[in-house]
């Protein structure tokens, strides 16, 4: 790939940390919005949106990009920045990648002519997001459990992304991995990989002789019916956006410990997010031949 | 699943094998077309189809269904069985189940009111199913390569079923193992899995140091341009349905090794290639509440 | 085996859960040492030294046995107990078994015509002890680092039983693994399992490029010369027992993080420890035909 | 390594390839015993022994050096090759090395004055040439079962260097691996690599559910009282050398399938073989600082 003009605004470490990745591969990097981060290396911080935006090929903003779709998302930043502020100084050359991007600020770009892609939406950043994330709750289960994960019984609740990517760090620990899926065909890959397949019909009688149990399905699969068939010392760490999957205040009730842990790239492997995500940033600009 | 009356019809060893498993969980296997193979257990064979197919929930013909549209494909039967002569015998509440079912034997299904399912068609059957193929491709590579697999560079031209289970096991025995695959998502799955990604731009170079290649791929992908790039010891198998993956003339006009391995799953592992048809028989089965 | 009757005195967190698994299986256990623990499951603590040891077949102290020659390890104890007082409670068909029995205490023994055995000069129990070594020292570098292990290089100093058990688990995660070795025939086995072999001389190049090293050689091998070579983001991880593998006065110095790592089975994981114990005070039984 | 004047007299094909191996690294090679053999690249054959032996530094014999103590094993060769007219031109700075080197031999090499090591005596070359007999015993099994390897139940007697070699590529590929082992010790590695461990004791029940078993062990493990207790359908791989681990009559008259495999290395992977046998000269001669 050629080398390219950059501007990051906003965002966590994992911005940071791509700042620094871009620039390390010889592309001149803008940053904007890091007035409390520190680098590693020397990058110079632009005084104001304008510019840091000025004769920039891509913009890239956070994940998530805002978390009121009027401000960018800047935690290291000591004054707001307007997402509008940024889109009226971009041209329509320029191209704005961000992650989570609402429609509310979908509708801004447009009106603000800025040609916009949401870097969640790609799926091999979803696919890469899953290996921190595996990690996550491997890490996790290891501080929280008295037994060691080799030769426990860890039971993964669905087989997508992450699913699949933790079931094999599992095994690859030498855990028993039990895994739970519906598709006859998911059921087959279980089996081809190695695994345990469970259905929702065994689940009850499964769940019993589990010293972990991780859940990736985005619905309250541990309800009150099987949370009481566990072992009381099975630990629930769930992975779950948004409702989760287990029912925590039953849990809680039982005397089950049950961890919500959600965000786990940016918190337990900021630079190997960062990396997944400059690889996605360029796999979207090869497609778009910006 | 309740016991059930089968009838099995025509079909090579995996349909003898399949007979003999189905029998041997307590079901009712009546068969027909096989006069000429010899079965492990004792199952009755029936003197006409009429017989065979009497009383029967579910009628299982071979894999592929036929040859040439008119005949069962029955290579251990020394009579032509017409498959209208089994249809006719087939009433609306009785299910038949094979593989590779034409437009033309649907057509047929049809008019004689028979209700049919193709389970080659069935994903779970095709994910299994690359089990049985990756074994046979690695016992071939075994046999043909004056070197162990342990150790050695291979690579995966396509990363669909065959392709990750090969990857896999390849893995597992030591390999150096190496997977092209073209979507930004399935090369985050090669990395996340740990084998090299490959793109195709990088092909003509990679293929420099493989020991074996193993294509997947139903067009030619290793033609003039990439076959002369090769070592000369290096061992081609190809996995890939007609038109194959390889311009087989110009291999062996370079003196290249090229083995083109279909159908593997009856040849290598007939008793296993049948417990997955029993499998997806039993999955139709349920699905369709029979 | 046939039920017996064992006593436990003193010892951490690995003897209480020793106590319950032992007493779960059926067999008599008479406790003391243990007056600040709490235990999930009923067992009685003795009052008196001698009643916890009289009729007992196996009386199990701790790990290490003792601190200081004189009283036995009892971190859970609000007094002090001492070593000869136990001793002197015990017949010669009664058998003690503690980890780590100094010279001093063996003389002690054998003055009280006490048989002992230490648990700690057992091969199984130093190759089962590995397991939660490597996971403890995975934890730790899951907690330090800003990247996955996943994809990370990770290598291993020595290949005696931590580092083969590390080396596997690191490789099970996704990390590629280096393994430095000096015996050929270790060399050998490192290649067969698929781990990169470094010898001594490759070491200076080699630590250049790793995200994290872990020790396990009890002299120093990162000394001065090493540790100038590494990546300044290098983390340490120095697994191996006095005087350890890493001049760590240097490693502060030129701002490497390292860790001391030691005596992880019974922090990470006692419950499984305990159950390790277990496995290896039973095999001690059944040889001396106890 | 500096380049020095290699002499190769007799062997099979793996002395083939090790000539070209040692070539191809830039080093001198005389060849005296292959009149029939047909050579990849171009290697002088040397005239007489005297002419092949002259000025060399290191003279490398076959394995085994020979059938009947008198002439060098050379089944390449049109000629008997006498081991006394291969010493009589060697002097006492030059070094023998050859595979299988009898008393008898080692007696005439210091009647001689030529100094000689026995390359099979080496650790690190044993622990190699497990690698293709493990391949090997891999290949046969998957020739003959008529199921996959990958799901079925293995057992491997004796968990020495092949055994360790072939549960790890078992596992691989995906098959359920028993691991029949005597020593506490073992047992313990058993578990850590996640095999299941079977003692003597539970061999009878275990045999009964296998689907192949491979024995390492030099002596009738499987005797009358297990063949009898195997499924009929259970394929026996014997990698023991004499006497061999089976009955081999016994199991004949039961009907089972017993394949007595030796030499694996040379027969199924030359290449590689001839790879290790070079690792391993290279070693000798830098631990002698010839």
Same mark, same amino acid.
């Given at each position: 790939?050629?080398?390219?003009?950059?501007?990051?605004?906003?965002?966590?470490?994992?911005?940071?940390?791509?700042?620094?990745?871009?620039?390390?591969?010889?592309?001149?990097?803008?940053?904007?919005?890091?007035?409390?981060?520190?680098?590693?290396?020397?990058?110079?911080?632009?005084?104001?949106?304008?510019?840091?935006?000025?004769?920039?090929?891509?913009?890239?903003?956070?994940?998530?990009?805002?978390?009121?779709?009027?401000?960018?998302?800047?935690?290291?930043?000591?004054?707001?920045?307007?997402?509008?502020?940024?889109?009226?100084?971009?041209?329509?050359?320029?191209?704005?990648?961000?992650?989570?991007?609402?429609?509310?600020?979908?509708?801004?770009?447009?009106?603000?002519?800025?040609?916009?892609?949401?870097?969640?939406?790609?799926?091999?950043?979803?696919?890469?997001?899953?290996?921190?994330?595996?990690?996550?709750?491997?890490?996790?289960?290891?501080?929280?459990?008295?037994?060691?994960?080799?030769?426990?019984?860890?039971?993964?609740?669905?087989?997508?992304?992450?699913?699949?990517?933790?079931?094999?760090?599992?095994?690859?620990?030498?855990?028993?991995?039990?895994?739970?899926?519906?598709?006859?065909?998911?059921?087959?890959?279980?089996?081809?990989?190695?695994?345990?397949?469970?259905?929702?019909?065994?689940?009850?009688?499964?769940?019993?002789?589990?010293?972990?149990?991780?859940?990736?399905?985005?619905?309250?699969?541990?309800?009150? =019916?099987?949370? @009481?068939?566990?072992?009381?010392?099975?630990?629930? *760490?769930?992975?779950? $956006?948004? &409702? !989760?999957? #287990? =029912?925590?205040? @039953?849990?809680?009730?039982?005397?089950?410990?049950? *961890?919500?842990?959600? $965000?786990? &790239? !940016?918190? #337990?492997?900021?630079?190997?997010?960062?990396?997944?995500?400059?690889?996605?940033?360029?796999?979207?600009?090869?497609?778009?031949? #910006?």
């Amino acid at each position: 790939m050629e080398k390219m003009k950059f501007t990051i605004i906003g965002g966590d470490l994992r911005n940071v940390k791509l700042a620094e990745l871009i620039a390390a591969e010889g592309n001149s990097v803008n940053i904007y919005g890091f007035d409390k981060a520190s680098f590693d290396v020397k990058i110079r911080q632009s005084n104001t949106i304008e510019e840091a935006v000025d004769g920039s090929d891509v913009v890239i903003g956070p994940i998530p990009c805002s978390n009121d779709n009027e401000y960018i998302n800047a935690p290291f930043h000591s004054e707001k920045i307007l997402i509008h502020d940024v889109f009226k100084f971009m041209n329509k050359n320029q191209l704005f990648i961000a992650g989570r991007i609402s429609d509310k600020i979908v509708h801004l770009a447009q009106v603000c002519n800025v040609y916009n892609v949401d870097m969640l939406e790609r799926e091999e950043m979803a696919v890469l997001n899953a290996i921190p994330t595996a990690e996550g709750a491997i890490q996790i289960a290891m501080e929280e459990m008295p037994t060691t994960l080799h030769n426990s019984n860890a039971l993964v609740l669905g087989y997508g992304r992450i699913g699949k990517t933790l079931a094999k760090m599992l095994q690859g620990i030498g855990a028993n991995v039990f895994v739970e899926a519906r598709k006859y065909a998911d059921v087959a890959w279980i089996k081809s990989y190695g695994y345990k397949a469970v259905s929702l019909s065994e689940l009850t009688q499964t769940v019993k002789d589990m010293n972990v149990i991780f859940n990736t399905i985005p619905f309250v699969v541990l309800d009150n =019916d099987i949370l @009481k068939m566990l072992n009381p010392e099975c630990l629930i *760490i769930d992975l779950a $956006s948004k &409702p !989760g999957g #287990v =029912d925590f205040e @039953k849990a809680k009730e039982i005397g089950l410990k049950a *961890i919500w842990a959600l $965000s786990l &790239p !940016g918190k #337990v492997a900021p630079v190997t997010a960062a990396e997944f995500i400059k690889d996605t940033v360029f796999n979207i600009i090869e497609e778009l031949g #910006v």
